[in-house]
């Protein structure tokens, strides 16, 4: 579904030049759920933005679907780590700002976003305001958002590093329910060992420094299987996570 082929990307930082992918290739296949963590500062986040589109490459090229990426596309949703509500809108109103924002008719999406915001147990506070939100209700808004535009490509920065340890839990499940049961291509980024193993097919572990690198590529084919997190396995993949993240830490 993913293919970027000698990707290239750099800025200039005072007098020098910062080369942040050098001649960097990946492939993801529909229904994968890729996992990038590493050091900060590695290019995880610029990845992102460079699938989504709001990022171009200074040298080779990105496709999804074998259509190469030049903007913005719509079938491509994007999360961001500080959920992106506008405070102004009601929770209804910012799950159908994307909607409205394309122009189609309330009466073709209306049943489609009251069933959305079902799902994500947010009826009760339907018309409440951002600010009268908890972080994980306000995130499940921002996942409702996404997934009422009926993307092909899920990508999510650092979504639930703001919220609290059980939060964070239960916001991993719904995130491993609705990609098994949409079998939608995610992209995502993690601090956290723990989550990357949790919810990752594939995980990338990036080197420090730059330009990025890939210094590990971990298969995870338990990941959905029921009680996956209590098990030797688990602990196994984060142990190897967690040695690959040490090793390749500058100083």
Known sequence: ??????????????????????????????????????????????????LAGLLQPTGGEIRIWGEQVVGARQKTAFILQEYGLFPWLNVEQNVCLGLRVRHIPKRKYQRAVEEMINKMGLWEVKHHFPSQLSGGQRQRVALARALTLQPDLLLMDEPLSALDALTRERLQKLLLEIWQEQKLTTVLVTHSIEEAVFLGSRILVLADGRPTQVMGEILNPLVGQSGYRQTSEFFQKTSYVRSLLEGGMVG
Do not use: H, R, W
């Not at 293919?3 to 800025?11: F, G, H, K, Q, W």
């Not at 050098?22 to 992102?48: A, H, M, N, Q, Y």
């Open 1 to 50: 579904m993913i293919e970027i082929s000698d990707c290239n990307l750099a800025y200039v930082q005072g007098a020098s030049q910062v080369q942040v992918y050098d001649d960097f290739s990946l492939k993801v296949e529909p229904g994968e759920s890729v996992v990038l963590i590493g050091p900060s500062g590695c290019g995880k986040s610029t990845l992102l933005y460079l």
